[in-house]
Structures are given as C-alpha cells and as structure tokens.
C-alpha cells in the first residue's frame, strides 16, 4: 500500500500546532477538573458490551471539548485528519490517552474509515460525532453505520449538559462549560442497524437520540 501524502503545513501553522499541542491538554485538564460530572446510565454502556467487542459512542460535534475530557484515558478511538485543525486535534487527544487514526472526510476519507473498522474489529472502542468534522450540525452521516454494522459493535448514543457554559459562535455552537459548572453526561438505549434499512430511517433514529439526550443533559445540569 502507498503511503498516504500528508499536506504540508506552513510555518506558522507548524507554530501553531506545536504550541496548542503543548498548552491544550493542560488547559483541558485544569478546566476540566473543577467541573463536577455525574454521568447517568452507566449501566447502559457495560450491557451494550459482548466479548471481545467495543462499543461506538456517537455524540453530537458540539459536545467534544467536555466528552474529551470524560473519556480521558481510555484509549477510545478517533479520527482525526492531516491538516491543521486535525494536527491540533491529534496531539490534543493523544495527550489525553486517546488513540488516534489518521483520515478525514475530503481526503484519505476511505482509507480513515477503514482503518477505524480494523480498530474496532479488534475491539476498541470508537468515538465518532455524526455531524463532524465540518458539519451541517445535527446531520448524520453514513460512516458510523458503516463502522457499527461491518463490525458488530453498537452505537451507543451520549450527550453533555452543563449548567453553565459558553456557546462558541461557530457552526456547531460548541459547548465550553465554565469553570465549577456541573456537568451531566447521558447516555442513550444502543442502536443496531443493518445494511438493509433505509440509511433516512437510521439516520432519523439516531438524531432522534441524540437530540432528546441533549436535551435531557441539559435538563439535568439545570442549564
């Protein structure tokens, strides 16, 4: 197999990875660690689970920066892409104790995803946001179902509520929940799809999830 060309970054991106790859993952955790998270429906997780298989933890884009944290050293896996953001993202989450596969949705996109597969068939965990890396938020994609159903690993659908946070002005408003916030992590029934059902009626089922969980975080964090 040929070796995937990664795009060159300029030197000012260069700087720019390397100092948030340095200073992120302590922000992260500093903020992180005055939060106080309940996670409801845990159970939901370890009965989703079969012998020497994962789960696929779905969860809208929004929600990353409080999930990463959650999730922190559990060596769940992502994707993450070759350019700027996605250097930013990778030294980020591997930081954080996450294993990280190389690909994106415009380039090296197959490839990403198969190599995802292989994670999960060899029983890792993934993370995935349906609606990343770039959007329309609240849009599902293919790829999830492709992952869950080639591999046999459930989709476990979450969602985060804080009851105070910042709203970035961006296309996924996301979330930064603010320093001391109480931080509710929900999580969903499993989803199992197959290859046979029409790919709008699972997308519909799992935005259905995703949004009635969000809503219910949010509920509980008293946001």
Do not use: C
């Not at 779905?58 to 944290?69: D, I, N």
């Not at 320093?179 to 009626?201: I, Q, S």
């Amino acid at each position: 197999m040929m070796a995937e060309a990664r795009p060159s970054l300029s030197l000012g991106d260069r700087f720019l990875v390397g100092a948030a790859g340095a200073a992120g993952p302590v922000l992260v955790k500093l903020l992180g660690s005055t939060w106080r998270i309940t996670v409801t429906r845990q159970e939901i997780v370890e009965r989703a689970r079969e012998p020497g298989k994962g789960v696929i933890y779905a969860f809208w884009h929004g929600f990353l920066l409080p999930l990463e944290y959650v999730y922190r050293g559990s060596n769940i896996h992502v994707l993450s892409s070759w350019h700027r953001d996605g250097e930013i993202s990778a030294r980020l989450m591997t930081s954080l104790g996450y294993g990280v596969v190389r690909g994106s949705t415009s380039r090296g996109s197959t490839r990403g995803l198969m190599r995802m597969l292989g994670k999960a068939v060899d029983g890792f965990d993934l993370a995935i946001t349906p609606d990343g890396p770039r959007g329309p938020a609240h849009t599902v994609s293919r790829g999830i179902f492709y992952l869950s159903e080639k591999s046999g690993a459930p989709i476990v659908p979450a969602a985060a509520g804080a009851s105070r946070a910042k709203h970035l002005s961006s296309w996924d408003s996301f979330m930064v929940p603010l320093p001391f916030a109480r931080l509710v992590v929900a999580y969903g029934e499993p989803l199992r799809t197959t290859a046979d059902e029409p790919f709008e009626e699972k997308a519909a089922r799992l935005k259905a999830s995703l949004d009635r969980l969000s809503e219910e975080a949010a509920a509980l964090a008293g946001d």
